[in-house]
């Protein structure tokens, strides 16, 4: 069924290029092998795919079956003119949110995924760079029940100057009475996010973001740069435990927001609530789902087990399922597992999101019994619930 024409529910915004994955077919080489200099690396044919947070978060809900509207920044160029055309593929309607600048490059991403090595990402940052609160008219978000924000450590103008722009944009949004949603993405050291001071500019945006679902990483890196190094320099052989994603998540739900998760690559999804019940009701009535014991929670569920062909827009399609879940009505153990489900789908496919099923589908996956992999990190004194594979956390005060 067409959705698209619907009005939407979700409207994502943010960051959007095109990606460019070369195929390396099943052969594991070495980083060192593929960036010699004056070495020819043979691949196949290569997947041209939108990237980004429109993208990726985007189409990853038109094919969970959520009415959605894009609006990101592109050039008038042959980039630019891939981009509206994939998302014209996928529904005539679209694209129609998109601002085109004839005066700008259209970004784009080159993605190293070869098997067995994490992926690398070239970049040019183009449009993105010149992205600010003026873009989004806010008479096109009013509709909506979530407006969902992606990757402002990719957009020069949503980072500068302490972050005016971005905690401009997501004030007035939720001033606007729709539920707001961000999301992050790993700063370059080298850039100018890489140089921004993150932690005032999550003091000062949070208080106006209802869910909040970065990367762990990404957001060490933000608010505790001695221990992101610390957990990249010891690699897999020091994990994050129980306790590491209970402070990061206290301190994101510090700052203001009112759901909170962390997504942890071949890790698992960790989620957890504001225990201020009235922060949770300033979204009753904005959401279908039933927030009615929500608060205080706290969770972890380990991945689903698929064959992995790409990991690229993985963290992105669980935070669209995350965002399903809530549309959909779901219980907050169906949310993270609706979370967990959508990013497992898309990794069985090399690209983002061809591998994300409608809703319906990926729900009857879930009812056929699919395994988890086995728990991996250390969560002392938390509680689980084998027959949906979820460890509830020590405070959690309906894991008993």
């Known amino acids: 069924m067409n959705r698209a024409s619907e009005q939407p529910q979700v409207v994502v915004a943010g960051h959007v290029c095109v990606d460019i994955i070369p195929d390396f077919g099943e052969a594991e080489l070495p980083l060192e092998a593929l960036l010699r200099p004056g070495h020819l690396t043979r691949v196949g044919p290569a997947v041209i795919s939108t990237g980004g947070a429109v993208s990726n978060t985007g189409l990853a809900l038109h094919r969970l079956g959520i009415p959605v509207r894009l609006m990101g920044k592109i050039g008038q160029d042959l980039f630019g003119e891939a981009i509206l055309a994939v998302f014209r593929s996928h529904s005539p309607t679209l694209a129609d949110g998109m601002l085109v600048s004839p005066e700008e490059a259209s ?19 183009g449009a993105n760079d010149t992205f600010g609160a003026a ?35 997501m004030a007035s949004v939720k001033a606007a009475g729709v539920v707001t949603s961000l999301d992050m993405s790993q700063p370059d050291p080298a850039s100018s996010a890489g140089r921004a001071d ?30 992101y190094l ?54 009753t009535g904005l959401l279908p789902a039933d927030l009615t014991g929500w608060a205080g929670r706290e969770m972890y569920t380990p991945c689903f087990r698929v064959k992995v062909a790409g990991t690229t827009g993985a963290g992105d399609c669980a935070y669209a399922g995350l965002l399903a879940g809530l549309l959909y009505g779901q219980s907050i153990e169906a949310v993270l597992l609706s979370a967990a489900a959508s990013g497992a789908c898309s990794v069985e496919r090399a690209d983002a999101t061809s591998g994300v099923p409608h809703w319906d589908v990926m729900q009857a996956r879930l009812r056929s019994g699919w395994p988890h992999y086995p728990l991996s990190l250390p969560l002392t004194g938390w509680r689980s619930n084998a027959e949906e594979t979820i460890w509830y956390g020590p405070g959690d005060h309906r894991a008993a």
């Open 107 to 125: 970004s784009y991403t080159l993605v190293i995924n070869p098997p067995g090595v994490d992926r690398i990402f070239i970049h040019c940052p």
């Open 135 to 169: 873009d989004i008219p806010l008479e096109e978000v009013r509709p909506a029940r979530i407006f969902h924000f992606g990757y402002p450590t990719l957009m020069q103008r949503m980072h500068l100057d302490g972050g005016s722009e971005l905690v401009q944009l």
């Open 198 to 227: 993150w932690e005032a500019i999550l003091t000062r945006t949070l208080p106006h973001v209802d869910i909040f679902a970065p990367n762990l990483d990404e957001t060490l890196y933000m608010l505790d740069r001695p221990r």
């Open 230 to 283: 610390e957990l990249t320099a010891a690699g897999s052989t020091h994990l994050p435990d129980g306790e590491l994603l209970h402070a990061v998540a206290d301190r994101l739900l510090g700052m203001g927001a009112a759901i909170v998760a962390l997504k942890l690559g071949d890790r698992g999804l960790y989620l957890r609530t504001s225990a201020d019940s009235r922060r949770l009701a300033t979204l």
